[in-house]
């Protein structure tokens, strides 16, 4: 399609993803799972990987039941190693020739006293999973993503940063009393700034490196904090509700599709206008 080339914007080819096949890490439960379905839904062919092999083939089950193309299928794998993502894209290669979305959603956090936060579980593990499996897993997969690509069908990553990037409180509902998140908010921080650098790096080649910021989805992640803030937590989402399945799922379609392919380095937040809402000078009131 050239500039003035208007012949085919119907939705089925700006959003389509059909025949496209997709890696997403962290797919057995959460957001990795929503999306993850909502792929398969559309005919992409879907890998899921994660550390839980039993979570895995639940989630494998549940996404065939929908899947409108090739089967999904799983793949164990630990990615809080260099050796653990060079072990995932090694079995990956076994499978396939050909990668056309990455989505790097793989991600832990770790609550803790600030006076005795653990330096190996708080920090060096967080990091290793949220930051340096990102780099390690697109550095492997950059020759199978630019494989065939152009500037009109490019390669995707998707890397799952948070609104914790950009929101900088540490203690809150989704931890417990007395402890706070330090390591998880400059770690999704880290995937903002990775992700400017990847989209400069990778653009030559044919590659778009876009990050989504999440925010409340209930989750494996966000399960405690619900449970114990129960409906308070909805006084601070001004939509009225929790991010759902299509929230996630439509996003990276988009950014999955023809409709995104001029679309590279960017940052999206999806919380429902949430960030707003502690930025507020005074409370709204209802006259």
Known sequence: MTGSDFSDLSLNSLFRVQGKIVLVT???????????TGYAQNGAKVYIAARKEKQLQEAVNDINKVATGPKAQYIVANLNSKKGCDDLVAEFKKREEKLHVLVNNSGITWGGNYNDFPEEKGWDNVFAVNVKSIFYMTAGLTEYLAKDANNA???RVINISSTASVEPAAEGPLSADGNGTWSYQ???AAVNHLTSTL???LVSRN??????????????????????????LLMGQPTGRHGQPSDIAGLALFLSSPASAHITGTHTITDGGSRFATQAIAPSVKL
């Open 26 to 36: 962290g797919g057995g439960s959460g957001i990795g799972k929503m999306m993850a």
């Open 153 to 155: 069908d490019p390669g």
């Open 186 to 188: 400059p770690s999704k």
């Open 199 to 201: 989209a400069v790096k």
């Open 207 to 232: 590659i778009t490196v876009n990050a989504i910021l999440p925010g409340l989805y209930p989750s494996k992640m966000t399960a405690f904090g619900i449970k114990a803030a129960g409906e308070g």
